[in-house]
Nanobody, 125 residues
Framework: VQLQASGGGLVQAGGSLRVSCAAS????????MAWFRQAPGKRREFVAV?????????YYTDSVKGRFTISRDRAKNVVYLQMNSLKPEDTAVYYC??????????????????WGQGTEVTVSS
């Protein structure tokens, strides 16, 4: 399975952006899918995770709750991160990640088997 992230760009504070993570090689509809981000000079951090299966159970880091939404399109084999009310502190390279089975340590990047290449999001003040 390969992951390809896209959709990053430059947006003003308060604006919205949707980044995508397209999977190829096999379906990831049952996979746990996550987004991480890495701001300049900082460590990569967890943003959001979506559990596999028929439900849409998701978890978010506190700083993005109520502003970001993770979702998937099973038919297209794509996972999205809709980002609203963006702030300058959301500026980072956003990475998608995946693993076949949900892990309670979902905030830990080391539990993920697959990674996309990252897409850059810049929020201007």
């Amino acid at each position: 399975v390969q992951l390809q992230a896209s959709g990053g760009g430059l947006v003003q504070a308060g604006g919205s952006l949707r980044v995508s993570c397209a999977a190829s090689g096999r379906t990831v509809s049952t996979y746990t899918m996550a987004w991480f981000r890495q701001a300049p000079g900082k460590r990569r951090e967890f943003v959001a995770v979506l559990r596999g299966g028929s439900g849409s159970v998701s978890y978010y880091t506190d700083s993005v709750k109520g502003r970001f939404t993770i979702s998937r399109d099973r038919a297209k084999n794509v996972v999205y991160l809709q980002m609203n009310s963006l702030k300058p502190e959301d500026t980072a390279v956003y990475y998608c990640a995946a693993r076949p089975v949900f892990n309670v340590q979902y905030r830990d990047e080391s539990v993920y088997d697959l990674w996309g290449q990252g897409t850059e999001v810049t929020v201007s003040s």
